[in-house]
């Protein structure tokens, strides 16, 4: 079967320090792979989404980066984080573009 | 760009009555796709209904129905014989047209309902 593992859960960060966020997907092959934030009281916002291996498309200019450095991991990442990168984080995946997103359990990113 | 939006932050409603979540979106396609996702508390977001906008026949899932009005370009989903389990973070979300038959490449998402259920 199919599975989605994202951590860590909950992660406080001093502003300025770097960040990894990392999202692995078990049970299928070249996946379509994303990351959204989720702001208080905001609908999810798409960062960047990848159909391959160094495939990365980035929707928002941002702090953020991402990376897909093997088929199935996805990482979020930055070097110098801000106050406004606070929030709530899903990585999500889909088996091909013909099938539905199915999401991660999130990680709770609060910088202080 | 596109844009949803959810008008209803907090909805409620009787255990086994009926209740209808509006939703309306902002685009210049003619061929879209629209989804509701529902985020209970254990936060995982799970797709509950989506409709194709080619498709004049409103979507149905068991007991979830959309009624879609393209000329209004309104999307809203109702819940029959609502449940405990259905509490949750309800979204609407739109895909411009895609390469596959899905729409999967880039959700935009409305800021939520928060429906209750009273037992």
């Known amino acids: 079967s199919q599975t989605i593992h994202q951590w860590p859960a909950t992660l406080v960060q001093p502003v300025g320090s770097p960040l990894s966020l990392e999202c692995t997907v078990e049970?299928?092959?070249?996946?379509?792979l994303y990351w959204y934030r989720q702001a208080a009281g905001r609908g999810l916002q798409l960062l960047f989404y990848?159909?391959?291996?160094?495939?990365i498309s980035s929707e928002v200019p941002q702090n953020l980066s991402a990376s897909r450095p093997q088929d199935r991991q996805f990482i979020l990442s930055s070097k110098k984080l801000l106050l406004s990168d606070s929030g709530f984080y899903l990585c999500?995946?889909?088996?091909?573009?013909?099938?539905?997103?199915?999401f991660g359990d999130g990680t709770r990113l609060s910088i202080l | 760009a596109q844009t949803v939006t959810q008008s209803q932050p907090e909805m409620s409603v009787q255990e086994a009555e009926t209740v209808t979540l509006s939703c309306t979106y902002d685009t210049s396609e003619s061929d879209y796709y629209l989804f509701w996702y529902k985020q209970p508390p254990s936060r995982q977001m799970i797709l509950v209904i989506r409709q194709e906008a080619y498709k004049q026949q409103n979507a149905t899932e068991n007991r979830f129905s959309v009624n879609f009005q393209k000329a209004a370009k309104s999307f809203s989903l109702k819940i029959s014989d609502s449940q405990l389990g259905d509490a949750a973070m309800y979204f609407c979300?739109?895909?411009?047209?895609?390469?596959?038959?899905?729409?999967?490449?880039?959700?935009?998402f409305g800021t939520g309902t928060r429906l209750t259920i009273i037992p």
């Open positions: 990848s159909v391959g291996i160094g495939q």
């Open positions: 049970g299928t092959s070249n996946p379509n």
């Open positions: 979300a739109y895909s411009p047209p895609s390469i596959s038959n899905f729409g999967n490449e880039k959700l935009t």
């Open positions: 999500a995946y889909a088996p091909d573009s013909n099938q539905p997103q199915h």
